[in-house]
Each structure stands twice: as C-alpha cells, then as structure tokens.
C-alpha cells in the first residue's frame, strides 16, 4: 500500500506561470560562476518551465522516507524527507535528464529527491560524498517549490562566497572540484515562504574527455 504524500504548506499548481508553447530545458540563460580556478556552479533561472506540476506529481508519487542518523550516540531524525528513485527513471526525470546528459557529457544514473517541508527542515554543511569515487564529479540539482537560501563556502571553513536562492524550475549544476574544496548549505528559516523540493541528479562514470 502507498503512504500518504507528506503535508505540505505548497500550492504551486495554483501559481506556475509556465507559458503555453514556451520552451522547456533551455540552457539559454545560464550563468556561469567560478569559485576558483578549478570549482564552478552554472545556473539556469526557470529551467524546468511546469515547475509546480513537476512538484506535485514528485510528491504525490515518489517513496518518501524520513531517515535517522547517529549523533552523539543517539538516533535522530534528519530535517527533511528523501525519496530515492530507482532506475529506469520516470518519464518527467528522465526527460530531465536527457538534455543535462547531453551538455555535460555525463551519464546521470541516481537521482536523490530532497523535500523541505519547511523553513525548519534544512541540510548542515556538507559535500556530496560521490567525491569518494569521483574526481570531479557533476552534481545536478532541480529546484521546485519555494525558494531557499542555498549557501556556498571553503570546505576548510570561513565565509559564505555564494549566495543563491533556487525555486520554482531553476537548475543549479556543481562542477569541478567543487565537492572536494567547497561545501554547500541549505540553512533553517522562519520565514521560509514554503516547501521546496531538490532533484539531485549524479553520475558514476567521469565526463567523456
């Protein structure tokens, strides 16, 4: 039997301003910032157009969990929900995935769903631990939902660098040596404005040369 989707407080469908015939996946407003000479994030505003219908299907339909981790020898529940979606991907996933594929010249193969449900759920500094087995691995994250504050800084600590506030359809692509000198951050808020959902997208082969 199915659970019931998490609760929420979205109603995307009601606000997607996705525009008939307009067109979806395009990399033509991408922004490119380099960290340093070897890190780099590119962003694309919009990219996924259907952005809340996308949003709904995911909660509606993915295999929700909410995990524990150990700390200081106690089981805790992690601040969010995950939903691991197995391969062959589903339609709208894969339809994501084939133009990223064919930009970064990649096979993404695993795809790992965030849901912030609210401004209390968030994720500590972190990066991805596909760094273990990747040298410069791609990292691909499709924002739906609410925006939040998504942080960048040195992995041996100091500053915030970056600032960005992903949402609604925008595509934040990790490259580089990104995951190995950098760590990333989605911080708690009080005033987040309400659920955000992260498609995370990886690879486990490196980029064609």
Known sequence: MRADPPQVAWQGSLFDDAEPGRARLSFDGLRHDPLDERSWIDVVPGWVTDHAELFDELLAEAPWQQRTRTMWDKDVLEPRMVAVLPRPFPARIAELVTPLNERYRVRFDSCLINLYRDGSDAVAWHADTVRKTMRDPLVATVSLGARRAFLVRPATGGPIVRRYAPGEGDL???????????????????????ARMSVTLRHSRPAAS
């Open 172 to 194: 934040v692509m990790m490259g580089g040596s990104m995951q190995h000198d950098w760590h990333h951050t989605v911080p708690r808020e009080k005033c987040a404005s309400g």
